[in-house]
Structures are given as structure tokens and as C-alpha cells.
């Protein structure tokens, strides 16, 4: 028996001998877990891992074990294995889970305006100069669009007032031609909504203000990710639908003087993994000038699906369609004797637009996300009247006019993938993203129809009389491929580094055909001359940029930026017949940088301010100069005019005197804002006659807006104060001595400044609005115009009433 005994002792001790050896790592990064528990049921102890994620576990029997691993930030870990056997891998999951939408409600303030972060989405804005507006805090006048109202708190931009409807946006800023925001990327929700982003950059389509949630700017630097423009970026957050309701009901009507009515009406909500938010926008008027009647309308639709916990994807659709009558330019004479008359009763405007996107977003893990993003366009434009370049001649039905028709048809294609990292335990966030993009432009102009009506049909020029010079037929293929990267370097708590690349390729054709019509001094033809015309031009290109931030404290940050720009020549510049202006045949494309240096911070809940410096070099800048012809008739030449350098200083503050939260009553509201921009532009270089030492067009010296905001309960006023230097219109500066002589379509723009005031009543579901636009009736214009919707003076709206009626539901 005690030898029987000793044997099982001695069996039992060998059975005991087993050993589990292994490594524990973290799932998807392959990294160790450091301290992670290795715990063996049948032994009722635990083991933990060392540095490398190893671990022995001794004095096990063979035969199957259960086994649980655990790690703090990690989910358990259970499996039975079978000893003997050799090293064991365990991998634990994170348990960092992407949570759904967080709404963070701050404390009400006044402000109109604050910036991007430096990470948002899968698109980095560290160290650049940036500005978001959020039109819900305004009080001003949404329902028209009025540029001037909704942008007032950004320092620098140029706006146009091509009408009173806010049919069509048009700014610049630091020396950019402010023509239907050409020089800026144009974005809605992240995707293209120009005409051709590269080939013909001109956008048509506005949003309704009373549609987006936020206005993102970022100038300047914003190439490396949005494009090659001088400009930067101008993106169109449209409103979305509501987490919390099935549907939510908005409904907005507004009139005001000179005919204006407009209707807003949106529902959105969501339903389980669905989501949906849509809008209808009806709009109409009849213009301050006459023969400025519009009719809008626009509908759009966002419908989402939450397929996983970290897969969304979504689609959206949007079409505007709009006809406006247009009351053509005037003489200066003119506008002196009366900037409310019209001399053109038969100029006609015809825009029909449709946006298409598909989007993905997937988070991949905590620190890692993609985004994708297919978008098209399909749209027209059609521009029919008589437009001579004196714009005093009398216009009768007899004469035909001047049609130009353009198709538009695009495609493309973004992806971007966002990871968070670290590098020598110091933080960092890489971009990578790639771009695919088609377009095809058909542009075609000749003669069009007498009478007065809309008629947009091309007629033959056998009885033309309206001293057209010519027609054309022209089709504009573009391709345009481009990658970059951008990667913020976090090198300590208070300093980031952001370095980028952009390469692009861009291919641009022009395949058509151009009649030329010569004339004698009394304007009859005297021969057709056919030219066809097949050109191609492909070039590849690298930019760079690198931008840096340093935060001494926690609500201020110095930050400077610099990075490379490019335009190539649009297809507006190619070739497009017009009485008042020629085109370089030789033009070359427009290289550069932007500069920015700056400080801004915030005192939470009473001040917020933006100061900067920048610097922006223009070669081979394409602008308009004034020549004559062998009839000694004047007319702009546009041409590559040389370099041009740009310096300015663009400050901004606001600041809340009083909030709801602050005074003892919590009632009132009471803050003031301000920004100035003081711009110097010249010509430092050309081969052109009287350029070199011109003012640049387009830069007012002084650009000054001030504002106020009061309110008591549901009560809310704004007073707005704008003030526009001198500014000119062609290189060459004609007009620039006092008494010059000046052209329709060549000449000073005068300073100006105007008044605007809205106020605002708010109880529960109601909301009623009230707006005075240009209150002190001041007459001024904007713009000189060469072609449509002149050529030649534009005056601005006098002043005007709306009042708005608004409910939510």
C-alpha cells in the first residue's frame, strides 16, 4: 500500500509539470499589452505580462485549461487550451467604441462667427486661418441671401451685388476677382458644386442660407486639400436631420418690397438606422430696377443609414432652377442722372442645376476613419440680349441677340483616410486623400431670337443687326487626377507642425469652332471668317506647404501658414465672343503662395478675436487691361498683366457686454463686433504699357464692417455698418485721377457705405422677423460688368422691407 501510495504521488507530481507560455497583443495594431492578467481556473491564480506582452504561467497540469486573459481598456479574453503545447497568442480588442452623435449644449452667446478645429472629419485645419458661420445666431435678413448681412464678420471680402433675390454669390478677397466666387473651392457638404472646378470654377448655385447649418471658410492654405486655388476653401454645411424626432416641420415665409416673396418649408427626422432631412424653396420678386423680375426654386434631399455601429453612408440630391430678367449696365452719366433706369427690356437669364452624392463614412477603429465621397453635376446655363458695347444705344425688337448657351456634365470621386498615432509618444494626426474628377463643358454661343420674351433658341445670322462680332461652338473635356498629405506633429503640449504635399495632374482640351464677323464703321458685315480650333494641354504639378501653431495658453494661438497656388486658365479665358472684350490668345496659367501670420483666442463667453498678416504673390496674374481698337473703340484686353503682390492686415473681434447667463435677471443680451482689413495691392512687374506700379483691381485700401447686437427676453436687433474704400476695376487703372474720363465698362469703383438693421421675436414655435436693407437709401455699385448681366454699370439695391414668418414644429 505505501508503494502504491508513492506512485500516485510521484504520476500526480509529473502531471503537474506542464508550463503555459505566451504573448498577449493588442487586436489590429499587433502592439503588446503591458500588465495584462493571465488567469488559469484550475490553479485559481494569475500571471501578468511583462514589457513585451509575455508571460509564463508554471505547475499546470496537462490536458485542457481554461484560460482568461483581462487587461484594463481591453474586453476579457476567454479560450480552453490544451497542454502540453508551444507558445500561445491571445489578442484583446479595444474596448474604445465610436459612440454615436454627442450634442454639447454651451451657454447662448451672441456670436456669429467661430473657426474650424484642427481636426474635423477626416480634413485637418491646424495652423490655418479659418472662419465658420453659423447663420441660426445671426439676426439678418436669410431669406435673401443678403452676402453682405450673412459674411459681415469676415474681415476682407469683396462682394458683389449682381441682384436683389441672392440667385447667385459672388466674393473675393485679397486681390480675387469676386465673379461668382470663382477663385475659391465651392463646396456642399464637402463636394463640388461649380460649374467645372478647374476648367470653369464659376458657381450658379447658392445654397438657401436658411438650409445650412455652417459656412466654413479657410483661406489661404486650404490647397493642399481642396484644391490649387488662390482663394481657399468655401464649404456649405447643409442642415441635417434630427436624432431625437421622426419629423421635425420648418416652415418660413417671407415678403418683402418690390414684388419679394419667398417660401421655405422643410421636414426631417429619424427613424430607427434611417434618417432624412428635406427642403422646397419657392422664390420671386421683381427687382428695385425695373426689368429685374426672378422666379427660384430649389429642392433638396439627404437620406442617411446607420448600417453598423461604425458604417454610415448617405445620399443627396439637389436641383435649383431660376429665370431672371436683367436690366442690363449703365454709362456713368447714367447712373449720376438715375441708377434706378433700364434701357433693356429683352435681357434674359436661364440657370438649371442638379447636384448628385453618395458618401460613406467608416470608423475603422478609435483613431482611424475613412471617408468617401462620389459626386456629379448636371446642369445648364443660358444668358440671351442685346449687349453692345455702347451701352446708351437705344434696343428695339428688331434686333436679334446675343445667345450663349453652356451644358455641363461632371464627375468625381474622393477618398480620404484620417489615422491618429503617435511617434515617440508624442502625437500625430496624417490626411491621405485622392482625387478623380471629369468634366465636360459644352459652350456654344451665336445669335438669338428678336422680341422680348425668354426665347432661348439659336436663330441663323442672315438678318442679324444686333452688331454681334461673331459665334462659336466649343467643347471642353477635363480630366484632373490628384493625391496629398498632410500630417500635424504634435512636438509638445503647446507646438504642431503641419507639413503637406499636393501633387495634381490636370488635362484640359478645347475642340471647336469660332466665326468671325468683320464689320465697316457702320456696322454692316463685310466677310465671315471660320475658324476651327483643337487644343490640349496636359501638366503635372507638386505644392507644398507646411503650417505651424503655437499655444501659450489654452484659448490663444499664434499660428502662421504658408503654401504654393496654381490656376490654370479657365474656359472663360480660352475664347468667348464679346463687344466689350478680347482674349489672349497666348495665355499662360497663374503660379504662387499665400502667406498668413496670426493670433486669435476667445475669453469664453465674452470676447473672440482673429488678428493676421498675409502676404499673397501673384505670377503671370490674368486680368483686363484697356485698349482700342482700329475704330478707335475702347474695349478691355484680357492677358496675363505680370506679377502682382498683395499685403494686408485682417483683424476681427467680438465682444458680449451682457448674456442671458450673466445679468441678474438673465434677460439681457448686448455685444458688439468689428473687423477691418488694410490691403495694399500693386503690379510689381510687367511687360504691359502703364501696369507696372498699378493698383491691383479688385483691393479697396480700407475694407471696415461694425456691428451690434441687443436683445431683451425673446426680443433681438442688429445694426450692421459696412464701409468700402476706392477700388478699380482694369490694371491699368482707368480713372484713377480725379475727373478722369471713364467707360461703362472701365473705371473707378467709388467708395460706399451702407446701413443694415434686422430684428427678431421668438416664443415657442413662432418666430417673426423683421429686416431693413441699405437703411439709409444710399445709391452705389459694385461692379463694372464687361458681358452679363451688363455690360456696363450695375447699381445696387436702394433700400428695402421684409418681414419673415416662421414656425417649427
Known amino acids: 500500500m505505501l508503494l502504491f501510495a508513492a506512485l500516485l504521488l510521484s504520476v500526480a507530481e509529473v502531471r503537474a509539470q506542464e508550463t503555459l507560455r505566451g504573448r498577449v497583443l493588442a487586436a489590429g495594431t499587433g502592439q503588446p499589452v503591458v500588465g495584462a492578467e493571465v488567469y488559469v481556473s484550475s490553479a485559481a491564480r494569475a500571471v501578468l505580462t511583462d514589457s513585451t506582452g509575455r508571460f509564463v504561467f508554471g505547475g499546470l497540469a496537462?490536458?485542457?485549461?481554461?484560460?482568461?486573459?483581462?487587461?484594463?481598456?481591453?474586453?476579457?479574453?476567454?479560450?480552453?487550451?490544451?497542454?502540453?503545447?508551444?507558445?500561445?497568442?491571445?489578442?484583446?480588442?479595444?474596448?474604445?467604441?465610436?459612440?454615436?452623435?454627442?450634442?454639447?449644449?454651451?451657454?447662448?452667446t451672441t456670436f456669429g462667427q467661430t473657426r474650424l478645429r484642427e481636426v474635423e472629419g477626416t480634413a485637418i485645419f491646424a495652423a490655418k486661418k479659418s472662419e465658420v458661420i453659423v447663420p441660426e445666431n445671426l439676426v439678418a435678413n436669410l431669406a435673401t441671401n443678403n452676402a453682405r448681412q450673412v459674411y459681415a464678420r469676415v474681415p476682407g471680402l469683396n462682394i458683389w451685388e449682381n441682384d436683389g433675390g441672392g440667385l447667385q454669390?459672388?466674393?473675393?478677397?485679397?486681390?480675387?476677382?469676386?465673379?461668382?466666387?470663382?477663385?475659391?473651392?465651392?463646396?456642399?457638404?464637402?463636394?463640388?458644386?461649380?460649374?467645372?472646378?478647374?476648367?470653369?470654377?464659376?458657381?450658379?448655385?447658392?445654397?438657401?442660407?436658411?438650409?445650412?447649418?455652417?459656412?466654413?471658410?479657410?483661406?489661404?492654405?486650404?490647397?493642399?486639400?481642396?484644391?490649387t486655388q488662390f482663394g481657399g476653401l468655401l464649404n456649405f454645411e447643409m442642415r441635417g436631420p434630427d436624432p431625437d424626432r421622426k419629423a421635425a416641420i420648418t416652415s418660413r415665409q417671407t415678403v418683402g418690397s418690390f414684388g419679394f416673396f419667398n417660401s421655405?418649408?422643410?421636414?426631417?427626422?429619424?427613424?430607427?438606422?434611417?434618417?432624412?432631412?428635406?427642403?422646397?424653396q419657392y422664390k420671386r420678386g421683381n427687382g428695385w430696377r425695373p426689368n429685374s423680375n426672378f422666379e427660384s426654386k430649389t429642392a433638396y434631399a439627404d437620406v442617411r443609414y446607420q448600417a453598423t455601429e461604425n458604417v454610415k453612408v448617405g445620399l443627396q440630391v439637389t436641383h435649383m432652377d431660376y429665370l431672371a430678367q436683367q436690366p442690363g449696365g449703365l454709362s456713368d452719366a447714367q447712373f449720376l442722372r438715375n441708377p434706378r433706369q433700364s434701357n433693356r427690356e429683352r435681357?434674359?437669364?436661364?440657370?438649371?442645376?442638379?447636384?448628385?452624392?453618395?458618401?460613406a463614412d467608416w470608423k475603422l477603429n478609435a483613431r482611424s476613419n475613412i471617408n468617401l465621397i462620389a459626386f456629379g453635376l448636371v446642369a445648364s446655363r443660358k444668358s440671351l440680349g442685346f449687349r453692345p458695347n455702347d451701352v446708351t444705344r437705344p434696343d428695339d425688337e428688331a434686333n436679334s441677340r446675343d445667345l450663349i448657351s453652356g451644358d455641363f456634365r461632371n464627375y468625381g470621386l474622393e477618398a480620404r483616410y484620417l489615422n491618429r498615432y503617435q511617434v515617440a509618444g508624442k502625437d500625430a494626426v496624417v490626411l491621405l486623400g485622392t482625387r478623380y474628377y471629369r468634366g465636360t463643358t459644352h459652350s456654344t454661343q451665336g445669335?438669338?431670337?428678336?422680341?422680348?420674351?425668354?426665347?432661348?433658341?439659336?436663330?441663323?445670322?442672315?438678318?442679324?443687326?444686333?452688331g454681334a462680332l461673331g459665334s462659336s461652338d466649343y467643347r471642353f473635356p477635363n480630366h484632373n487626377v490628384a493625391f496629398f498629405v498632410e500630417n500635424i506633429l504634435y512636438l509638445t503640449d503647446k507646438l504642431s507642425v503641419t507639413p503637406g504635399f499636393r501633387y495634381e495632374y490636370i488635362r484640359t482640351q478645347a475642340n471647336g469652332v469660332l466665326n468671325i464677323i468683320d464689320r465697316d464703321r457702320a456696322g454692316n458685315i463685310i466677310q465671315i471668317r471660320q475658324q476651327n480650333e483643337a487644343r490640349t494641354s496636359g501638366r503635372g504639378l507638386l505644392?507644398?506647404?507646411?503650417?505651424?501653431?503655437?499655444?501659450?495658453?489654452?484659448?490663444?494661438?499664434?499660428?502662421?501658414?504658408?503654401?504654393?497656388?496654381?490656376?490654370?486658365?479657365?474656359?472663360?479665358?480660352?475664347?468667348?465672343?464679346?463687344?466689350?472684350?478680347?482674349?489672349?490668345?497666348?495665355?499662360?496659367?497663374?503660379?504662387?503662395?499665400?502667406?498668413?501670420?496670426?493670433?486669435?483666442?476667445?475669453?469664453?463667453?465674452?470676447?473672440?478675436?482673429?488678428v493676421s498678416v498675409f502676404a499673397l504673390n501673384y505670377n503671370n496674374r490674368i486680368g483686363e487691361i484697356t485698349e482700342?481698337?482700329?475704330?478707335?473703340?475702347?474695349?478691355?484686353?484680357?492677358?496675363?498683366?505680370?506679377?502682382?503682390?498683395?499685403?494686408g492686415v485682417e483683424s476681427y473681434g467680438e465682444v458680449e457686454f451682457l448674456n442671458q447667463e450673466s445679468t441678474e435677471a438673465g434677460r439681457w443680451q448686448l455685444s458688439a463686433f468689428g473687423n477691418v482689413a488694410l490691403i495694399r495691392g500693386r503690379y510689381l512687374k510687367s511687360q504691359l504699357t502703364g501696369v507696372e506700379g498699378s493698383r491691383v483691381e479688385f483691393v479697396p485700401d480700407v475694407n471696415l464692417k461694425l456691428g451690434t447686437r441687443a436683445g431683451y427676453g425673446p426680443f433681438k436687433a442688429s445694426l450692421q455698418y459696412l464701409y468700402l474704400s476706392r477700388q478699380f476695376s482694369d490694371a491699368t487703372n482707368v480713372g484713377k485721377k480725379q475727373g478722369a474720363i471713364s467707360t461703362p465698362v472701365v473705371g473707378p469703383i467709388p467708395a460706399y457705405q451702407i446701413l443694415d438693421a434686422s430684428v427678431s421675436w421668438e416664443h415657442r414655435w413662432l418666430k417673426l422677423e423683421g429686416s431693413v436693407n441699405n437703411l439709409a437709401d444710399a445709391r452705389y455699385f459694385t461692379r463694372r460688368a464687361t458681358g452679363y448681366p451688363g455690360p456696363g454699370i450695375l447699381p445696387s439695391d436702394g433700400r428695402s422691407y421684409f418681414l419673415t414668418v416662421g414656425v417649427k414644429l
Open 62 to 108: 496537462s490536458g485542457l485549461q481554461q484560460v482568461q486573459v483581462s487587461a484594463l481598456g481591453y474586453q476579457p479574453y476567454k479560450i480552453a487550451v490544451s497542454l502540453p503545447a508551444d507558445g500561445f497568442l491571445f489578442e484583446l480588442t479595444s474596448r474604445d467604441r465610436t459612440l454615436g452623435e454627442v450634442v454639447v449644449a454651451a451657454p447662448q
Open 169 to 227: 454669390l459672388s466674393i473675393g478677397g485679397r486681390g480675387l476677382d469676386p465673379n461668382r466666387t470663382s477663385n475659391f473651392n465651392v463646396r456642399q457638404n464637402g463636394y463640388d458644386i461649380s460649374a467645372d472646378a478647374l476648367g470653369y470654377p464659376e458657381s450658379y448655385y447658392t445654397p438657401p442660407t436658411e438650409a445650412v447649418k455652417r459656412i466654413q471658410l479657410v483661406r489661404g492654405a486650404a490647397s493642399l486639400q481642396y484644391g
Open 264 to 280: 421655405f418649408n422643410s421636414v426631417g427626422g429619424t427613424v430607427g438606422k434611417l434618417s432624412y432631412y428635406t427642403f422646397v
Open 347 to 359: 435681357n434674359w437669364f436661364d440657370v438649371n442645376w442638379n447636384l448628385f452624392n453618395a458618401n
Open 447 to 466: 445669335f438669338g431670337p428678336t422680341g422680348r420674351g425668354a426665347d432661348f433658341r439659336f436663330v441663323s445670322p442672315e438678318n442679324e443687326v444686333s
Open 543 to 610: 505644392l507644398g506647404g507646411i503650417g505651424v501653431s503655437y499655444k501659450p495658453k489654452e484659448q490663444v494661438e499664434i499660428y502662421s501658414n504658408i503654401s504654393q497656388n496654381y490656376r490654370s486658365i479657365t474656359f472663360s479665358d480660352m475664347q468667348i465672343v464679346n463687344p466689350s472684350a478680347v482674349i489672349d490668345p497666348n495665355l499662360q496659367d497663374e503660379r504662387g503662395y499665400s502667406f498668413d501670420v496670426g493670433v486669435r483666442g476667445e475669453k469664453a463667453g465674452f470676447l473672440t478675436y482673429d
Open 628 to 647: 482700342f481698337d482700329a475704330l478707335d473703340r475702347i474695349f478691355r484686353r484680357r492677358t496675363n498683366i505680370g506679377r502682382a503682390f498683395i499685403v
